[in-house]
């Protein structure tokens, strides 16, 4: 079983969970027995003999319960506790466990609550045990560190290693102080490549790096590599002055092991993209969307690339720059929000539906793939953060865009930037103009917005870090909004929950684990610190 994570938890209370499952034959080869296993120091310790525990199988896909145990007190350690008699396990299907635990005194709330999930399996023959790790429902704690600290990198899970798999960290830039955060010259980009293994919670620099340095370039997963597209590097320019240069470079990485790790160079973009946006519409279509061109002038331009194949597949114009933004996908669809900032520094927010097949009213009367233009937020601004919230059967889903700011510098207005703490909301299938549903307990930018599981609506938005007034400092705190997968109708029907974060945090990534916990990794002057946020599932 790989190490233990280390727990949120006083080891005197709870100590860090050793669950397994262990899958027995009963005689037939299509049926097994499935026994939850207490290791020795497990859950609970006899000083806690009042905490109980529930255990559940759950469909691996779509979260559904497939069968609720009986609760068990917590503090039994018996060899092994069977839970789940006769059950039929599939080997087509995936599973996961997911532990619930009552642990008064232990965590921070009355009912001592105490989460957990497995990450998905399935059964065969060969398939013995399967960790889950067990940490304090709501709550963030300090996981590791990586090996350089990185502000505006990119984050991407990838199944390689443990059970949990890891995470490929690529590029990125240092910062000595958050005043330098707006100097894009002062950056110091990285060409390291970092995997965390989110199973150790321990991180390791690849051997292999990417062609040049690069920050604000935008990476999506392909089979089990990582596709790198477009970004920033600092060069030396006209007169010796060291400036941003937008990049048109895309590379594959690939992690092997003993050091096999390598980064093969693949067609360029067919032009620089930098604070742009890359959506994965299909394993073999990626949508990137607008930014700065070389020029670093924002740009309308887009295009469709093959990240299997390495190639440029088409190249588009969209119906409106977008700098930077957000987007989501829904199926072979595309959303993109943005303040977008024009050629003539003129601010306006921008919207637009990208459609690869159909489903698009095409600008000019053609057919996809094609943008159409739609209503944009009505408040300019940049450094907002959006997530999709898709509902269980159907298709349809509702997109969040959260914060944000607005620089007055671009109005040539004195005193400082607008930042917003307004969640809108956009009918993902039919989307409208935005509807204002909600307010943040204070306003943000440069956050991250991540779609969690549990609250009553089934699904939350785990709004993390970012800064805002008075000091516009990074924030060491998150907020939580139960949400539903269609849009509210009142503007004042979410209501936040702020939670603690251990360190502040802007520009930094949030990934989503298998277990259902968040990586929070970078956005912190100077230092390495990485940070687990586990919901309540």
Excluded at 80 to 99: C, H, I, K, M, N
Aim: with cysteine.
């Amino acid at each position: 079983m790989a190490r233990p994570r280390p727990s949120l938890l006083p080891t005197a209370a709870l100590l860090s969970l050793s669950l397994a499952l262990v899958l027995v034959a009963t005689g037939c080869a299509e049926r097994a027995k499935l026994v939850v296993e207490l290791r020795g120091g497990g859950l609970i310790l006899a000083s806690q003999p009042n905490g109980r525990a529930e255990f559940a199988l759950l469909d691996g896909d779509s979260g559904s319960e497939i069968v609720v145990a009986p609760d068990v007190r917590t503090a039994d350690l018996a060899a092994q506790v069977s839970l789940f008699d006769a059950l039929e396990l599939g080997g087509d299907q995936t599973y996961r466990l997911r532990v619930v635990a009552s642990v008064p005194g232990a965590c921070n709330d009355s009912d001592g609550r105490a989460v957990g999930v497995s990450p998905p399996f399935r059964y065969d023959a060969s398939l013995a045990r399967v960790p889950v790790y067990v940490d304090c429902a709501d709550s963030s704690q300090l996981a590791g560190n990586v090996r350089q600290p990185r502000l505006y990198h990119t984050a991407t899970w990838v199944p390689q290693g443990g059970p949990y798999g890891s995470v490929l960290l690529v590029g990125g830039a240092r910062w000595d102080s958050i005043a330098d955060t707006l100097d894009l010259a002062k950056a110091k980009p990285y060409d390291s490549i970092e995997r965390y293994d989110a199973d150790s919670d321990s991180s390791q620099l690849l051997t292999a790096k990417m062609a040049r340095p690069r920050f604000y370039q935008q990476a999506v997963r392909s089979g089990d590599d990582v596709v790198v597209l477009g970004g920033i590097d600092i060069t030396t320019v006209a007169g010796g002055v060291k400036g941003p240069k937008a990049l048109d470079g895309v590379e594959r990485i690939s992690v092997g092991n003993n050091g096999s790790d390598r980064v093969s160079a693949l067609e360029p973009l067919a032009n620089p993209h930098a604070l742009h946006t890359a959506l994965a519409l299909a394993p073999d279509r990626v949508l990137v969307v607008g930014g700065m061109l070389g020029n670093f002038l924002a740009t309308i331009k887009a295009e469709l690339y093959d990240p299997v194949a390495g190639k440029r597949v088409a190249q588009l114009d969209s119906v409106g720059v977008h700098y930077p933004g957000v987007a989501a996908a829904l199926g072979d669809r595309a959303l993109v929000y943005a303040g977008a900032v024009s050629e003539l520094a003129v601010v306006k927010p921008q919207a637009q539906r990208f459609c690869l097949t159909s489903g698009c009213s095409c600008e000019g009367g053609g057919q996809p793939p094609c943008f159409e233009r739609l209503p944009g937020l009505p408040v300019e601004r940049t450094s907002l953060a959006a997530a999709l919230v898709q509902c269980p059967s159907g298709g349809g889903g509702a997109l969040y865009l959260v914060g944000g700011r607005r620089d007055e510098r671009e109005f040539k207005q004195p005193g400082p930037d607008t930042v917003f703490g307004d969640i809108y909301c956009v009918d993902a299938a039919s989307p409208g103009v935005p509807r204002l549903v909600g307010q943040l307990d204070k306003p943000r930018a440069a956050h991250t917005v991540t779609v969690v599981r549990g609250g009553a609506q089934g699904a939350r938005l785990f709004v993390a870090g970012g800064f805002g007034p008075p000091s516009n400092a990074p924030f060491a705190d998150a907020e939580l909004v139960d949400v539903p997968c269609a849009c509210p109708s009142a503007a004042d029907a979410l209501k936040p929950v702020t939670v603690a974060l251990k360190v502040g945090r802007i520009s930094h990534t949030a990934t989503l684990l298998p277990d259902g916990s968040v990586l929070l990794v970078g956005g912190v002057i100077g230092t390495e610190s990485v940070e687990r946020f586990v919901p309540d599932l």
